[in-house]
């Protein structure tokens, strides 16, 4: 089954990463802003990178430890407007940056998380979710090295990590500029914080709140705003 979007549509049922609401929130939070070269890691069925393309008229790179999500992601943008500029690799991250320009204007990931969790038994999916082949902490230093002096940098993390994944960041030199917290329902905890980091220290980064669904189980006007650029409601 494709998932329509406004100006592209995506196949996911080979990639170990499938499209849901943290791929929507992220990819229309996130601001490649003039950006000419942009890196997705982790890119699954490459939904990040499709919606960056749509975003801005930057090259892109995406990369998957998976070589089935990569080779799903190159078919889906085979079929999209933007199939010249962008390409997928099948590669970790780790061996990537090892060959890779430190200097890309923007920086995009839903990286993997979880860490002590139950896991599958499969073990694609293992890779993609776990942070078992990939670390926040090996994430934050690999994202330095790669990043422009002036770049950015954009991630999705569960609310719990989020402080955690600051403080590595701040470490690293990749200073928070940008974040919002995303709560699935008024009167419950967020579940969700969106980040974006640069290499310029911010005295008063913004800071913003976000709920998915109202009360009666509807999408909130806030969440389809943010959204209207890619779904077709």
């Known amino acids: 089954m494709a998932f329509r ?18 791929a ?8 490649p802003g003039k950006a000419k070269k942009i890196l997705d890691i982790g890119t699954g069925c490459g939904v990040l990178a ?7 008229d930057a090259t892109i790179e995406t990369i998957d430890i998976d070589q089935s999500s990569v080779l799903e992601a190159r078919n ?30 923007f920086i995009i990931t839903n990286p993997p998380y979880f860490s002590s ?12 979710r776990h942070d078992d082949s990939l670390s926040l902490n090996e994430l934050a230093l690999i994202v330095n090295r790669l990043l422009a002096p002036v770049g950015c ?9 989020a402080n955690q994944f600051q403080l590595i960041c701040a470490r ?12 699935p329902k008024p009167d419950i905890n967020a579940k969700r914080t969106l980040m974006e980091f640069i290499k ?25 705003a943010l959204t209207a650029c890619f779904h077709n409601f």
């Open 5 to 22: 979007f406004r100006q592209f549509e995506v196949e996911d049922e080979k990639s170990t990463l499938r499209i849901g609401t943290d």
């Open 24 to 31: 929507m929130l992220l990819g229309s939070w996130a601001n």
């Open 50 to 56: 499709l919606m960056m393309a749509q975003k801005s």
């Open 76 to 105: 889906n943008f085979s079929k999209s407007p933007w199939d010249s500029r962008i390409s997928a690799i099948h590669d970790s991250l780790q061996l990537f940056s090892g060959s890779s320009n430190a200097d890309y204007g």
């Open 117 to 128: 969790s139950l896991k599958s038994p499969f073990a694609r999916t293992n890779k993609t």
């Open 153 to 161: 940098f954009a991630l999705i993390l569960p609310s719990e990590t």
């Open 172 to 183: 690293d030199g990749l200073y928070l500029s940008r974040m919002l917290v995303v709560y």
């Open 200 to 224: 310029t220290k911010v005295t008063h980064p913004d800071k913003s709140e976000l709920t998915i669904l109202d009360r009666m189980g509807a999408f909130t006007p806030e969440y389809l």
